[in-house]
C-alpha cells in the first residue's frame, strides 16, 4: 500500500470523526476501505461494529473513544449493512432485558478506496424504513437477518433522502451549507459540537416495540425535549439546545417523569391528545430554575420502560438534589396470557405481578423482575444512588363504574381480578404502589384518589377532559375506533385534562411535607 493511500485514509477517517491530533494510528488498509463515526447522543466510545453484505459474509472492528472506525471490505459486496452496539451489552432484541444502545447504517453502493459509512439515529431511522418495507417490525429485524440481499440501492437512497425533511432547516440553521444534499451515511462529519454534530447532538434515538411479538419495532426520532420529529415535525433547533442545556445545567434543578402514556408528549398530529407530563412545565414559576423531563412513553410498563432506555436517556442527567416522578400501573397489569394475539407477550416482556393482600410480592419463581414493587424499586434504588428525590404516584383512574366499564361513578379500577385463567397473580396495583412508598420511605401522591374524585365532579363534562375528539376538527380521529366523541377515551386525556391533572400532581406536592423545597418553586 502507497504512503498516499495510507495518508488519504487517514485523513479521510479525520475529517469524518474530528478530533484528529489525538487520533489513534491508522490501520493498514488498502483497497476499499470503510471508515466512519458513530454517534448516539455524542460519539458510542468502544461500540462494536459488524458490516454484513448481500451474500451474508461479516466483518467486525472495534470504534475508538471518539466513536471512529475503519476497516477493509474488500471481499463484501454491496449494499453493506453497519451495525454498532454499545461495548459490554449485546442484547439489541430481547425485550425482557435491557436493550443495549444498537444503531445501524445502509451503504447503497461502494468503490475502490475510501468509503464513508457513519451511524447515527438519522441512519437507524432510514434503516428501519427499509425494513419495513421488507415487512420486518423494524430495524433490529433486518439486522438479525445479517444480509442486504434482495435490497434495492435505490430504496436506500430514497430512504435516506426521505429523512432530510424532518432536519433540514436545523442542518440550515447549524450553518451546514450543504444542508440540502445532506447524506447521514455519507457526508463527512466532524465531532465538534457544529453543523451536522450540532443536529445530532439534540436527537433522541427510540426503538419502537412491537406489540403482537414484543420484538423491537421501528426507529423513532424525538428532540432533547423529548419531543418527536418527524416529517410534519420537524427539528426545532434552538428549542432543543435550550432543552438540553437547562438538562445538563447544575443551576437547574430536573423533575424526571417517569410514566405511560398518560403523561406522555404526543405529535401534534394527535391533538387535543395529551399527558399530563407534556404540560407539567407550566406548574413552575416561571422565574424558577427547573427542567422536567418528560420521557413517559405510551404502552410501557414499569418494566419495559426501563428495559428499552427511556429511564436512561433521562438519568443520565441525574443530579443531588433532583426528583423522579414514577407514574406506573396502567400498563403493568396486562398479565393475561389468554389474550389474543399479545397475551403472550405481554407476559413475557410488560405485564409485572402486584402484591397480594397481606403487601408480599408476587412473581414467578426465579423471576423477581416481574414483581410490580419490585420494578419500581429500581428507580428508586438509582435515583436515590444519584442523589435524587423519588416520588411515586398511583395511576390517573379510567372513567369506569363498578362494572369495569365507562360510567359513574367512577370507583379504582387498577386491580386485577381471580378467576381468569389467563392471570397467575393477581391483585391490587395501586394497593402495591403505596407498599412500595412505605417500604421505601418514599413520598406517595395518590393521583387515583384524586382524579376519581375529579372525574365524579364532572359527570355532565367529563368529555372535555377525557379524550372524546370532533373528527370534524381533528382529522386524525377520523378513521380511529376511540377518543371521539362517538367513542370517547377513558384513559386518555386531551388538553383541558392533562392541565387538570398536572395541576393534581402539584398539589400532591404541596400537600406532602418532605416535598416543600420543591413545592416552593411551583405557581
Known amino acids: 500500500m502507497s504512503t498516499f493511500h495510507l495518508n488519504a485514509t487517514a485523513a479521510l477517517v479525520c475529517l469524518a470523526l474530528g478530533a484528529c491530533s489525538n487520533a489513534p494510528s491508522t490501520p493498514q488498509l488498502s483497497g476499499t476501505v470503510l471508515t466512519g463515526v458513530v454517534v448516539y447522543e455524542g460519539p458510542l466510545a468502544g461500540a462494536i461494529i459488524t458490516v454484513a453484505d448481500a451474500k451474508g459474509a461479516k466483518k467486525t472492528a472495534r470504534a475508538d473513544a471518539q466513536g471512529r472506525y475503519a476497516l477493509e471490505v474488500n471481499d463484501l459486496h454491496a449494499p453493506l449493512m453497519i451495525s454498532a452496539v454499545e461495548p459490554g451489552n449485546p442484547n439489541c432484541g430481547d425485550s425482557a432485558r435491557p436493550w443495549a444502545r444498537c444503531i445501524g447504517a445502509l451503504l447503497a453502493e461502494t468503490k ?18 427499509v425494513a419495513q418495507t421488507l415487512k420486518y417490525k423494524g430495524p433490529q429485524g433486518l439486522m438479525d437477518a445479517g444480509t442486504t440481499a434482495g435490497i434495492d440501492p435505490a430504496v436506500i437512497h430514497g430512504k435516506t433522502d426521505g429523512g432530510r425533511k424532518a432536519v433540514l432547516q436545523a442542518l440550515k440553521d447549524a450553518g451546514v451549507a450543504y444542508a440540502e444534499s445532506f447524506d447521514p451515511v455519507t457526508t463527512p462529519m466532524q465531532a465538534d ?17 412491537d406489540n403482537d ?4 419495532g421501528g426507529t423513532a426520532i424525538l428532540d432533547a425535549d423529548y ?22 445545567d447544575p443551576a437547574y434543578t430536573r423533575v424526571l417523569i417517569v410514566g405511560d402514556s398518560t403523561a406522555s408528549t404526543y405529535e401534534a398530529f394527535r391533538l387535543p391528545r395529551m399527558g399530563w407530563g407534556q404540560v407539567f412545565q407550566d406548574q413552575f414559576k416561571p422565574d424558577a430554575k427547573v427542567k422536567v423531563l418528560n420521557n413517559a412513553k405510551s404502552g410501557r410498563s414499569s418494566r419495559n420502560f426501563y428495559n428499552q432506555g427511556y429511564f436512561r436517556q433521562m438519568a443520565q442527567y441525574l443530579r ?63 435515583a436515590r444512588a444519584k442523589g ?42 395501586s394497593r402495591t404502589i403505596k407498599d412500595t412508598a412505605r417500604a421505601n420511605k418514599i413520598p406517595l401522591i395518590d393521583i ?16 372535555n377532559y377525557w379524550l372524546a375528539a370532533d373528527p370534524a376538527k381533528y382529522s386524525f380521529y377520523a378513521k380511529e ?43
Open 388 to 429: 435524587a428525590i423519588p416520588i411515586i404516584m398511583t395511576p390517573t383512574t379510567r372513567v369506569w363504574n363498578q362494572d369495569r366499564k365507562e360510567g359513574f361513578p367512577v370507583v379504582p379500577n387498577h386491580f386485577t381480578a381471580e378467576g381468569k385463567a389467563g392471570f397467575a397473580f393477581t391483585g391490587d396495583y
Open 448 to 463: 387515583e384518589a384524586r382524579t376519581i374524585a375529579f372525574a365524579n365532579a364532572h359527570q355532565a363534562d367529563w368529555k
Open 112 to 129: 475502490p478506496g475510501q468509503n464513508i459509512a457513519n451511524v447515527n439515529v438519522l441512519t437507524d431511522r432510514a434503516l428501519g424504513s
Open 227 to 248: 419531543r418527536y420529529v418527524g416529517n410534519e415535525e420537524p427539528l426545532d433547533l434552538a428549542h432543543a439546545q435550550a432543552a438540553l442545556a437547562k438538562a445538563k
Open 320 to 382: 443531588p438534589g433532583d426528583y423522579v416522578i414514577i407514574h406506573h400501573g396502567h400498563n403493568d397489569q396486562n398479565c393475561d396470557s389468554s389474550k389474543k394475539g399479545r397475551g403472550d407477550a405481554d407476559v413475557a416482556n410488560l405485564c409485572t405481578y402486584p402484591n397480594d393482600a397481606q403487601g408480599r410480592k408476587q412473581f414467578p419463581a426465579g423471576k423477581p423482575e416481574m414483581s410490580f414493587q419490585n420494578s419500581l424499586e429500581v428507580y428508586v434504588q438509582e
Open 481 to 523: 375506533s376511540s377518543g371521539t366523541l362517538a367513542k370517547p377515551d377513558t384513559t386518555h386525556f386531551q388538553e383541558a385534562g392533562a392541565r387538570a391533572v398536572a395541576g393534581m400532581v402539584a398539589q400532591g406536592i404541596k400537600d406532602t411535607p418532605e416535598l416543600a423545597k420543591l413545592a416552593q418553586i411551583l405557581r
Open 213 to 216: 411479538t414484543g420484538v423491537p
Open 193 to 209: 459540537g457544529k453543523g451536522v454534530d450540532a443536529v445530532l447532538r439534540v436527537l433522541v434515538h427510540n426503538r419502537g416495540y
